[in-house]
């Protein structure tokens, strides 16, 4: 005991005082338009808070594929152009009594190109039936060629002949339009959902 105070006393004013002394400073935490103990000013925050979703346009590059034309040159075949002048059918002796039939084809060259001609030459008899031969011969432009089969028949039997012809092949050339794919790129508007708070 001090003078008739009591310790006990003294410690629980000293400790009230203390418990006041903070009160004025701090207010709550905060005076002194917001600022901390540092200075710095303090951004007070609203609990409650307004928030949705939203669709948020944005762009992208997007890849397609496109057909774009260019110019190429193709090569084709064609027949080259003939003239038939003559075809017809004989018979031919080898022998003394030996009869063959004979078909004789002339083919004209009225193309530009040299070509190998092809002729198809068919005989048929009552006996025999059919017999078939061919040939090929280089015609020149302009020129003329004869093609001659022959077919050992009985003396005196009746017989037909057939012809075909096969005409040269030769080679041009056009320019055509074709087309190859290629990638190209647009640009397209996307969204995506995001979240904005008020």
Same mark, same amino acid.
């Given at each position: 005991?001090?003078?008739?105070? #009591?310790?006990?006393?003294?410690?629980?004013?000293?400790?009230?005082?203390?418990?006041?002394?903070? @009160? *004025?400073?701090?207010? @709550?935490?905060?005076?002194?338009?917001?600022?901390?103990?540092?200075?710095?000013?303090?951004?007070? &925050?609203?609990?409650?808070?307004? *928030?949705?979703?939203?669709?948020?346009?944005?762009?992208?590059?997007? =890849?397609?594929?496109?057909?774009? !034309?260019?110019?190429?040159?193709?090569?084709?075949?064609?027949?080259?152009?003939? +003239?038939?002048?003559?075809?017809?059918?004989?018979? =031919?002796?080898?022998?003394?009594?030996?009869?063959? =039939?004979?078909?004789?084809?002339?083919? #004209?060259?009225?193309?530009? +190109?040299? @070509?190998?001609?092809?002729?198809?030459?068919?005989?048929?008899?009552?006996? $025999? @039936?059919?017999?078939?031969?061919? $040939? $090929?011969?280089?015609?020149? !432009?302009?020129?003329?060629?004869?093609?001659?089969?022959?077919?050992?028949?009985?003396?005196? +039997?009746?017989?037909?002949?057939?012809?075909?012809?096969? !005409?040269?092949?030769?080679?041009?050339?056009?320019?055509?339009?074709?087309?190859?794919?290629?990638?190209?790129?647009?640009? &397209?508007?996307?969204?995506?959902? +995001?979240?904005?708070?008020?």
């Amino acid at each position: 005991m001090f003078g008739g105070i #009591r310790m006990k006393d003294i410690l629980l004013v000293s400790i009230l005082g203390l418990i006041l002394l903070a @009160g *004025c400073t701090t207010n @709550g935490g905060l005076n002194n338009n917001d600022n901390d103990v540092t200075g710095n000013s303090i951004k007070l &925050v609203n609990p409650i808070q307004k *928030c949705e979703m939203v669709e948020v346009p944005y762009e992208v590059q997007e =890849a397609y594929i496109d057909q774009e !034309p260019y110019q190429a040159i193709e090569e084709y075949d064609v027949d080259m152009k003939y +003239e038939e002048i003559s075809a017809y059918k004989t018979t =031919a002796l080898h022998g003394f009594f030996d009869m063959w =039939a004979k078909s004789v084809v002339e083919i #004209r060259n009225v193309d530009s +190109e040299t @070509g190998l001609f092809t002729v198809e030459q068919t005989f048929e008899t009552l006996n $025999s @039936g059919g017999k078939s031969f061919s $040939s $090929s011969q280089y015609i020149m !432009p302009s020129e003329t060629k004869t093609f001659i089969q022959e077919y050992d028949i009985d003396a005196g +039997e009746d017989f037909n002949s057939y012809h075909k012809v096969f !005409p040269a092949k030769k080679t041009l050339s056009r320019v055509v339009t074709k087309f190859k794919e290629v990638t190209k790129y647009k640009t &397209v508007t996307e969204y995506r959902t +995001e979240e904005q708070c008020e």
